[in-house]
């Protein structure tokens, strides 16, 4: 039996929703709703060993500000090695001496299938923010005790940001190297 396309619901900018029939155990179907989303990257800006960049970005979703790591949706067709310099630079105003790809993950399966990129930058060259129209972003440094004291605190509860966070560091002493 040939499955029917899926429905696109809403097209948007950055994403598309559609509607799937989904098969269940019992052979039938059921439909569901997907974000179809191109992907992202998140970004650990490393100043130095136990410094790193933090931006305090507004989000219109929630209506306030949240804590977090830069990051930013890949263009239709771009490779997350190009979009994560970019950015950096336009969030952040700075550029990476080196980009290290760290891991990637799915931050919401149950709903898209976007897929994030997560990569550290080091030896950082400040330039100047190049921000959207509709972005409000302001830039901190803090100390990685700092970082993890606010996630522990819930001050950070951006879930991209959490997670790179906690996997960079809890990797970073053992010498573990991502596989390529």
Request: charged share 35%.
């Given at each position: 039996m040939r499955s029917k396309p899926?429905?696109?619901?809403?097209?948007?900018?950055?994403?598309?929703?559609?509607?799937?029939?989904?098969?269940?155990?019992?052979?039938?179907?059921?439909?569901?709703?997907?974000?179809?989303?191109?992907?992202?990257?998140?970004?650990l800006p490393l100043i130095s060993d136990d410094q790193l960049l933090l931006i305090r970005n507004h989000r219109f979703t929630l209506?306030?500000?949240?804590?977090?790591?830069?990051?930013?949706?890949?263009?239709?067709?771009?490779?997350?090695?190009?979009?994560?310099?970019?950015?950096?630079?336009?969030?952040?105003?700075?550029?990476?001496?080196l980009l290290e790809h760290l891991f990637d993950f799915y931050p919401a399966p149950g709903v898209s299938d976007e897929r994030m990129y997560a990569y550290i930058a080091r030896d950082l060259v400040r330039t100047s923010q190049r921000l959207d129209p509709t972005e409000q972003i302001e830039v901190h440094q803090r100390s990685v005790d700092e970082v993890l004291r606010m996630?522990?605190?819930r001050e950070i509860e951006d879930a991209k940001s959490i997670a790179t966070v906690l996997y960079w560091y809890t990797n970073r002493r053992s010498g573990y190297k991502p596989p390529a």
């Open positions: 899926p429905e696109i619901l809403v097209q948007g900018k950055r994403f598309r929703v559609e509607r799937r029939a989904v098969p269940t155990r019992d052979g039938s179907s059921e439909l569901r709703e997907v974000i179809v989303h191109p992907g992202s990257v998140v970004l209506n306030r500000a949240l804590w977090e790591l830069p990051a930013g949706t890949l263009e239709p067709g771009e490779r997350p090695e190009v979009c994560a310099p970019r950015e950096l630079e336009e969030e952040t105003g700075h550029r990476a001496g996630i522990r605190e």
